[in-house]
């Protein structure tokens, strides 16, 4: 196994750990962002909505989230291939008992 | 001849039993060793109570087991070579003795508050022992390059990256939420992406147990070898594995927790987001990458990606120690314990005698490690105190580096480890 190989895995790696791993993460946020309205601080350093986000905000926030939901049970279902194909014969994804 | 071939029946069977529960003592100390990976952010985070957390975590890995199907019925596939082991009597020493040096490494590392990676202790007792039974040709060195030494170098640093750009954007992007809708999106992220992990801790890990119990049975000629693996061995390796995650290592979830990074809830989600989506995919990718070492990257992530977060490098490097002494040291105690349970049965002619002796060493060390850490006892109470802080008991000794806690284990004294 010389270097070449070696990065020649690593990458694909990364790049799925940083579409996923750190793509959903940031999605996640951004939905947060998408619904948190109008916000300021108070004397006091904290930070408080005072007013709420409006109905298109909310609606591309509540689509973000059900994306990552979605993902999630994908995430899920992948876990799940190889006892899925086990139990009902249906390979999922095409990629189960590898 | 009745009564020879009986004899034969009842040793064989006195050594499987003695092998089936030291692989599921192994499957145990795997559970609470990688509680932490899953779940030491969102209890550093308070997103869920200690208690709760290993509970949910426990259950999460218990439908991970038994949602593993193709368990690999080869042991150390591509890593040893157990081939030419000889009798099956010679496998099962080899195994066990492997097993024994894995469970030790386990058992000491958590004592020290380590994460180490349990799959490289069971790699590294079953190379020690292959190579005192087989010698270095029962090694595929290759194999331990490609499938243990490179992916333990790459893991950390790919999931430090792939933490480290997501907990910048998360910080980024969520920046003017209301505090409130912080805390409560924040909590929900977390202990979603922590089920995720456990779940594919289950997945994976309890599926090597399965592994070792069914070349046992096959060697104690009591399962074909192309039979599937028996419900039993399904269910007590589940068992064994959730009910050691939800022992909860609280040592190692301390140092995960609170030692290593200040974990904030952002943090936790991105890292564990991050840990789940590399763990998920690596293996697709053939790279398969320990829960550990892509935790414990992911936290180190999640500090350098917020500004102003400090990382304790000291307590990383401690890390890094035990990451790098896991191979040689498991290897060495499953060499050494090959060669006691080897030579004693040489010597006395007894079949049995060197196993149990061994096991009854495992026993003794597991017992004395035990105890050692009831003298600073780290669980749900205390699990979160300020780190660095005098521990929970009267001694005051601040949290020590691995040589010194080395040292007060040696030497019994009362300075506190983690």
Redesign the interface.
């Known amino acids: 196994m010389n270097i070449v190989d070696i990065i020649g895995k690593i990458i694909p790696v990364l790049l799925a750990g940083l579409f996923f791993g750190a793509g959903l993460p940031a999605l996640y946020a951004l939905g947060m962002r998408m619904l948190a309205g109008t916000t300021e601080y108070t004397a006091d350093g904290r930070l408080v909505e005072i007013e709420g986000p409006s109905a298109l905000a909310k609606a591309v926030g509540y689509i973000i989230f059900a994306i990552i939901f979605v993902v999630i049970i994908i995430g899920i279902l992948w876990i799940a291939k190889d006892f899925i194909l086990h139990i009902t014969g249906f390979n999922l994804f095409g990629l189960a008992g590898k | 001849m009745w009564s020879l071939h009986n004899r034969c029946v009842t040793t064989e069977l006195i050594i499987l039993v003695i092998v089936v529960l030291t692989a599921l003592a192994f499957d145990f100390t795997n559970g609470f060793h990688d509680t932490a990976n899953a779940m030491a952010t969102s209890i550093a985070t308070k997103a869920l109570k200690p208690k709760t957390a290993v509970a949910l975590s426990a259950i999460l890995n218990l439908v991970?087991a038994?949602?593993?199907?193709?368990v690999a019925k080869t042991v150390g596939k591509g890593i040893v070579n157990l081939d030419n082991a000889g009798d099956d009597t010679g496998l099962m020493l080899i195994v066990f003795t492997g097993l024994v040096g894995a469970i030790l490494w386990n058992v000491l590392t958590w004592l020290l508050g380590l994460p180490s990676s349990s799959s490289h202790a069971l790699f590294g007792g079953l190379i020690g022992a292959t190579m005192a039974s087989l010698g270095t040709d029962g090694v595929l060195w290759?194999g331990v390059?490609?499938k243990v030494v490179?992916p333990a170098v790459?893991a950390p640093f790919?999931?430090a990256?792939?933490?480290t750009?997501?907990?910048w954007?998360?910080?980024?992007?969520?920046q003017?939420?209301?505090?409130?809708?912080?805390r409560s999106?924040f909590r929900y992220?977390q202990v979603?992406?922590a089920s995720?992990v456990s779940?594919?801790h289950g997945?994976n890990d309890a599926q090597k147990t399965m592994g070792v119990i069914f070349l046992a049975l096959v060697a104690a000629n009591e399962i074909d070898p192309n039979a599937d693996i028996p419900f039993w061995v399904r269910l007590a390796c589940a068992l064994a594995i959730a009910l050691g995650t939800y022992i909860g290592g609280w040592r190692i979830i301390r140092t995960l927790g609170k030692g290593l990074v200040e974990i904030d809830s952002?943090q936790g989600?991105?890292a564990e987001?991050?840990?789940?989506?590399?763990i998920?995919?690596?293996s697709?990718?053939?790279?398969a990458?320990s829960t550990t070492h892509v935790a414990t990257g992911s936290i180190i992530g999640s500090g350098l990606g917020r500004k102003g977060a400090e990382v304790r490098w000291g307590v990383m490097g401690r890390m890094v120690i035990a990451w790098l002494i896991t191979l040689p040291a498991s290897g060495a105690v499953g060499a050494a314990t090959w060669f006691v349970g080897h030579y004693l049965n040489v010597w006395t002619g007894s079949e049995w005698l060197g196993e149990l002796v061994v096991f009854l060493v495992l026993v003794g060390f597991c017992t004395w490690m035990f105890l050692h850490s009831r003298k600073e006892p780290i669980d749900p109470s205390n699990v979160n105190d300020e780190w660095g802080a005098p521990a929970a008991s009267s001694t005051g000794g601040a949290y020590s580096g691995i040589a010194s806690a080395t040292a007060s284990a040696t030497a019994g004294s009362k300075k506190a480890e983690v």
């Open positions: 991970g038994f949602l593993s199907i193709e290759a390059l490609s490179v790459a790919i999931a990256v792939v933490a750009v997501g907990t954007f998360v910080y980024r992007l969520a003017p939420v209301s505090d409130d809708k912080k999106n992220g979603a992406t995720l779940l594919a997945t952002p989600m991105a987001g991050a840990s789940a989506a590399i998920l995919t690596s697709h990718f053939g790279m990458l």
